[in-house]
């Protein structure tokens, strides 16, 4: 069996993978990423979401400020200087959004790892985790043909699910059931310029061919991903009803459902909505788009009271500024808002495992409750988790960790001149 080394492994090239990754190549350690897909991005690419929340402060007066590191402020800048939006756009009661295009943001994620000499393995999956005395010794992943063994100094779980957790046999934090899953598809041929009166167009026909089909209720709440309408295509994004398990199965077969659901609707919408006489379906996305999963769990436990009242942390690594955001199973979204200007601080110990001294996680599979991770899943959030924990991966002693985690709250408060 080939086997490998490296200071730090990353499992999951999604947006907290990546930045896990260019953290810890920045502190000059040999890095490696393991992807299961064929391509980087996670949700934000394969789902394509199509807009980062959670980057800026909420506020009713001013252009918006980013929240977190320069490195948050670099790559958003970076990624604008490759995109046709340049600017973020206030979306709804001073929050703030930034659109982007899937592909841009692919290539721009591969362009950055690989200035970085990160090791990027893609098609590749972590399929079990030997530990000895609290660490990680070993992991095996497959990669097309080959089983290979992979030696890491310490590991960042950015897989959105805790799969490391599970894997090495340790307790996750799981949820009775998850939020509603929605599936996001291109459509071209428009007729429209106005994402608002598309949206009223077609919340008026879908109520109509719901109550008509006896379609789930969900369905009445297709609408247009904000700013995507443009040269005549949008993002469509459609909300299914079913419940989501931590079944993989049960996500693949409501894939397939979402596909036919899809294929099923559209020609109808097409008839019954003017600006979409002429057009058709250019795309579905080939992840659907799932909230959230298990987490991992780790030292300290993020609550909805910690980010409802804003609480703040000496050991705070990310500034959280998005709402509790749930997507109900009728389609329904709920928001859950806290003071604008300011958020809560996520401390590092939500990214340290409770149990194994070598085991780190970021994004959306950070120790969260469920209602705590429906704000600190969005993707400015998981910039700056995953950041973080690449920084705090690449520590070799319990007071290396300790300056760095003073170091990164440092810079979150006052900057890092
Ligand atoms: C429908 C939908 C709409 C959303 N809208 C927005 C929005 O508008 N704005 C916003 O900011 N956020 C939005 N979000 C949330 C946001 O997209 C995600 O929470 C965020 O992208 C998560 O990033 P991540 O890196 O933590 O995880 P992911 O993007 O899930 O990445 C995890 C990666 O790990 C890989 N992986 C999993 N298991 C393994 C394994 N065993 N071995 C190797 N690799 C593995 C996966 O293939 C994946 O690439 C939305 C999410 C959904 C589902």
Redesign the pocket.
């Given at each position: 069996m080939i086997s490998l080394e490296a200071d730090v492994v990353i499992?999951?090239?999604?947006?907290?993978?990546?930045?896990a990754a260019i953290a810890a190549a920045k502190e000059n350690k040999k890095v490696l990423i393991?992807?299961?897909?064929d391509?980087?991005?996670?949700?934000?690419?394969?789902?394509n979401?199509?807009?980062?929340?959670?980057?800026y402060y909420r506020t009713f007066f001013e252009y918006p400020r980013i929240v977190g590191y320069s490195f948050s402020t670099a790559f958003l800048n970076k990624l604008t200087s490759l995109s046709v939006e340049k600017a973020p756009k206030n979306y709804h009661k001073g929050l703030y959004?930034l659109s982007y295009e899937w592909s841009i943001l692919q290539s721009f994620l591969e362009m950055e790892l690989l200035a970085n000499g990160i090791r990027i393995m893609k098609s590749?999956?972590?399929?079990r985790v030997d530990t000895k005395m609290n660490s990680i010794n070993r992991l095996i992943?497959t990669s097309g043909q080959e089983s290979l063994e992979i030696l890491p100094k310490a590991v960042i779980d950015?897989?959105?699910?805790g799969?490391?957790s599970q894997?090495a046999g340790l307790e996750r934090i799981a949820s009775p059931s998850y939020?509603s899953?929605?599936?996001?598809f291109r459509v071209r041929g428009l007729l429209s310029d106005s994402e608002f009166s598309l949206n009223m167009s077609l919340k008026k026909a879908m109520s109509m061919l719901v109550k008509k089909n006896n379609w789930p209720l969900s369905f009445t709440y297709l609408s247009v991903?904000?700013g995507s309408l443009k040269n005549k295509q949008a993002d469509f994004?459609i909300?299914f009803p079913d419940t989501i398990t931590d079944f993989d199965g049960t996500n693949n077969e409501l894939y397939l459902k979402g596909r036919t659901s899809i294929e099923t609707v559209f020609p109808f919408l097409t008839e019954e909505v003017e600006s979409l006489r002429s057009a058709s379906i250019e795309n579905i996305f080939p992840?659907?788009?799932?909230?959230?999963l298990q987490r991992s769990k780790g030292k300290y436990i993020l609550t909805e009271s910690d980010v409802l009242s804003c609480k703040k942390m000496e050991s705070g690594i990310a500034i959280g500024t998005?709402p509790i955001e749930e997507?109900q199973s009728d389609g329904n979204v709920s928001m859950e808002y806290f003071e604008p200007d300011d958020g809560y601080m996520i401390p590092a110990d939500c990214l340290i495992s409770f149990t194994l001294d070598n085991l780190y996680f970021?994004?959306?599979?950070i120790s969260a409750t469920t209602k705590a991770i429906a704000s600190a899943?969005?993707?400015?959030?998981?910039l700056q988790?995953?950041y973080a924990a690449g920084k705090i991966a690449t520590c070799e002693t319990s007071d290396g960790q300790k300056e760095m985690i003073a170091l990164l709250n440092k810079e979150l408060l006052f900057g890092n001149e």
């Open positions: 499992v999951g090239a999604g947006i907290a993978g990546c930045s393991i992807e299961k897909s391509a980087l991005g996670g949700n934000a690419t394969q789902s979401v199509g807009t980062i929340c959670g980057a959004i590749s999956e972590i399929i992943i950015c897989s959105g699910n799969i490391v894997l939020q899953a929605s599936q996001i991903v904000p994004k909300t992840k659907l788009g799932i909230r959230t998005w997507w970021a994004g959306k599979n899943r969005v993707m400015g959030t998981c988790t995953g």
